[in-house]
């Protein structure tokens, strides 16, 4: 067998493009005693792997070039010198991006293809899931009769918060970039109202009329002029939590990304702004799986996947995330030889 690897050829000035990456072909990983090996089923792609091409400082080293990318990924034990999995076991980790990775199996853990599809271990039932429970219940701390705003909401994190909004009573308002998904999160999730940011002539004045109570809480994952919108309208005693900067990733230069100072406002209402990363809740994993399987299972919490097929492909699907392209979870579906 061959394996394939998607590496970082060079570090992207804006937009990330295709050239960026390469794909290169190596000797599938010898085990070691306690590893696993690897066969990927499915690969994530997600936004916040755009700050780890760049060598700003931030929350977690950036990747190095030359070398494989990581993420989420679903797989399948193909050989097993571990006694904690066998052959044929289905498991999830932080792996690369390759066909096939040795890993000691204390790094990965094992997932029930019975409980839901594999492919939701990288999205509702994984790191997606997990950043929307904890960033909207621990920091957004909604309570019944409030508005809660959501930016980048027909991504795969704004679609679970706008949903477990909607269980605790609250009126959800989602800004996304298409009417295809506006509709989709009006019909298909019961949002209250939404936004088409694209079109709309003015985001302020969309946001004031989407929310005549003002705003409670308003998860931020885009940041930029609509963050700027909203901010504006926020309650007293507000909480924001600040899940994502998408409007922000690709710029090169600050004065691409200059707005108005919160301070005042923030002062002025005493609310809560708070960024956050889902592996500060890591002892509490558990706690929010247990309760995101229970409302999957229960028909209370829905999910959409954009799933692109072919390992070659995995660099375009994730270029596609800051064009738009998803709905839902993007994710990479791996043929498998």
């Known amino acids: 067998m061959k394996n394939e690897q998607i590496l970082l050829k060079s570090r992207p000035e804006g937009t990330p493009a295709e050239d960026n990456f390469e794909i290169r072909e190596t000797e599938v990983p010898e085990l070691k005693e306690g590893q696993v090996l690897i066969q990927s089923l499915y690969i994530s ?6 700050g780890r091409m760049s060598t700003a400082k931030s929350y977690i080293e950036p990747f190095k070039v030359d070398e494989v990318i990581s993420g989420g990924v679903v797989g399948e034990v193909v050989e097993s010198k571990s006694d904690k999995l066998k052959a044929g076991d289905k498991v999830t980790g932080m792996l690369g991006w390759q ?15 019975q409980l839901a599809p594999l492919s939701a271990y990288l999205g509702i039932l994984g790191t997606t899931g997990l950043t929307a429970y904890f ?11 409030e508005t809660v705003v959501i930016s980048g909401a027909a991504g ?15 009126r959800v308002v989602g800004i996304a970039g298409s009417d295809k998904k506006t509709e989709y999160l009006e019909k298909e999730l019961g949002f209250d109202a939404t936004i088409n940011y694209k079109t709309t002539e003015n985001i302020y004045k969309s946001v004031k009329k989407a929310c005549p109570n003002g705003v409670d809480v308003y998860f931020d994952n885009v940041g930029g002029p609509i963050s700027d919108a909203v901010t504006s309208l ?4 507000a909480r924001v939590p600040v899940c994502g900067a998408i409007s922000s990733y690709n710029i090169t ?28 809740y890591a002892p509490r994993f558990k706690e929010a799986a247990r309760d995101l399987g229970q409302w999957l299972s229960e028909g209370k919490l829905k999910y959409e996947e ?17 064009k738009g392209e998803n709905l839902g979870k993007q994710i990479v579906k791996i043929n498998q030889e």
């Open 45 to 50: 792609v997600d936004p916040y792997m755009r």
């Open 99 to 113: 066909r096939y990775n040795a890993m000691d199996a204390s790094q990965i853990r094992k997932v029930d293809e």
């Open 135 to 145: 960033g909207l219940l621990d920091i957004g701390q909604p309570k019944e009769g």
């Open 156 to 170: 795969a994190v704004g679609m679970a918060v706008g949903q477990i909004a909607k269980m605790k009573g609250t």
């Open 234 to 237: 926020l309650n007293d005693f």
């Open 253 to 280: 230069s600050l004065s691409e990304d200059m707005g108005p100072r919160i301070q005042p406002k923030l002062i002025k209402t005493r609310a809560l702004m708070k960024g956050f990363i889902v592996s500060d």
């Open 306 to 322: 954009t799933i692109v097929e072919g390992f070659e492909n995995v660099p375009q699907a994730f270029i596609g995330l800051f």
